[in-house]
């Protein structure tokens, strides 16, 4: 099984458009999301991907204005799982700050499977802020996980202080039987991330937006790769893409590929992983945290 822990439904650029820039103009028109759900099941399908687990990030109003507001952008979500319900895995998404957060996490939870939650704190909070705690205690109930950006942040009016890996390290001591999973692996700041979550169990990090270092960069790859793997061990890292944004730079596919060649490029380079370490990464980890079958 080949599951993606860390995909979106669009494009940043697809969900917010700039409002000083469209003042004197018709603002662009929203994304279809019944023809984006068509083409993301297709997409998987021509990749071999299984599973797709989607997330919201809720920007607030960091990045401009968006088409949709938050709630939304989860109804979406929570209309693309119910027609594909073998096929995708809808994460909550939502800034803990805003009024009532954590019931309406729980209501998606009760009332439409919400597998997850997704938080971004680049937009200005720490994962350990206390509005975010009772978000954790939800996770906790229901036993589903709650990815968080770590690493350096993607766009310049977002704040990286605040998920550097280190920032982390409270929540898994308050919150030992969280689910926590640290997307990008900490990003450029991965042998941070590492370190934390060899210390924590519960913690596992996602390999979104590493298919091009691995294309590009391989043996550096592969060194950081190794290290991490005998660090926290193999099954504690999960496969991802931050697609649809990384479509431009790589294919799904051959995203899908470069893994699944893993085993004889590390034999390239000097270092050694299996096909059956391949298998956990790409799928069965993930299956476990979810509670796939």
Known sequence: MVIDIH????RGNQRYYDAESSADAAAPAPPDWEETTRELVEEM???GVDVSAMLVA??????????FTIDQENWILAQARARHPERIVAFYGIDPRRPGAPEKFE???QEWGAGGIKLHPTVGYFPHDRACYPIY???IKYDVPALLHSGERFHPLLYSRFTHPLEFDQVAVDFPRLKMIMGHAGGQWWADCATIARVHENVVVDLSEWQTKLRDKPAE???????MRDFIGTERIL???DFPHMRQHMSLKDTVDVYRGLPALAREHGYRFTDGEVEAVLGENAARILRLR
């Open 58 to 67: 809720d920007y607030g109003d960091r990045l401009g204005t968006p088409h």
């Open 137 to 139: 205690e939800i996770c």
């Open 221 to 227: 790859t592969l060194a950081a790769l190794d290290h």
């Open 45 to 47: 399908d021509a990749s």
């Open 7 to 10: 995909r979106h439904f669009w």
């Open 239 to 241: 496969w991802g893409t």
């Open 107 to 109: 209501r998606a939870i």
